[in-house]
T-cell receptor, first 118, second 113 residues
């Protein structure tokens, strides 16, 4: 399975600033996924990051607030912009190697970024 | 729309006990089901992956079963240890355009020494 390096592991940010989270994968993958986990909640998909094209955002998430870059098949960044205390969450990236139409591989997750906005 | 439910929401057991976590899903047209473990404030660690054609998977003290037709999966943990204390998440994914993961809310397991 793929190995993901996610940075930073945690950060405390001031209201109104931005935080950029990086994920590096040890193999080439077609799609990378970004999730948010609010305190006490399960994971919610923010967007799917495709190499060479715009990310696809889920309902309730917009590019201005969560811009994503995907410059190559092993790397992606998620920026959380104009931070407010409501953005305090764990943010995770995820990949699933192989063709998405194949069931042989499971999803792998990064170690998460714990964001606290003060 | 796929919905995943996990029961119980929380479970506290003494060390050494065998236990079962339950997961149910509403749409049986899944490609696979995955069980994850999450420690507080951390990312997800994949425990077991069951493909839709399989009935169960085993890894060490863990055994996961899948009954696709009834929309149910169980995670069995044998001889529980304090180090097993974590939140356990169940997630399913479908095929084609439904490849995205749908998560349950998790079961918070506490194993007391």
């Amino acid at each position: 399975s793929a190995v993901i390096s996610q940075k930073p592991s945690r950060d405390i940010c001031q209201r109104g600033t931005s935080l950029t989270i990086q994920c590096q994968v040890d193999s080439q993958v077609t799609m990378m996924f970004w999730y948010r986990q609010q305190p006490g909640q399960s994971l919610t998909l923010i967007a799917t990051a495709n190499q060479g094209s715009e990310a696809t955002y889920e309902s309730g998430f917009v590019i201005d607030k969560f811009p994503i870059s995907r410059p190559n098949l092993t790397f992606s960044t998620l920026t959380v912009s104009n931070l407010s205390p409501e953005d305090s969450s764990i943010y995770l990236c995820s990949v699933r190697p192989g063709r998405l139409t194949r069931a042989n591989y499971g999803y792998t997750f990064g170690s998460g970024t714990r964001l606290t906005v003060v | 729309k796929q919905e995943v439910t996990q029961i119980p929401a929380a479970l506290s057991v003494p060390e050494g006990e065998n236990l079962v976590l339950n997961c149910s899903f509403t749409d049986s047209a899944i490609y696979n089901l995955q069980w994850f473990r999450q420690d507080p404030g951390k990312g997800l660690t994949s425990l077991l992956l069951i493909q839709s054609s399989q009935r169960e998977q085993t890894s060490g003290r863990l055994n996961a079963s899948l009954d696709k037709s009834s929309g149910r999966s169980t995670l069995y943990i044998a001889a529980s240890q304090p180090g097993d204390s974590a939140t356990y998440l169940c997630a399913v994914s479908g095929g084609g355009s439904n490849y995205k993961l749908t998560f349950g809310k998790g079961t918070l397991l506490t194993v007391n020494p």
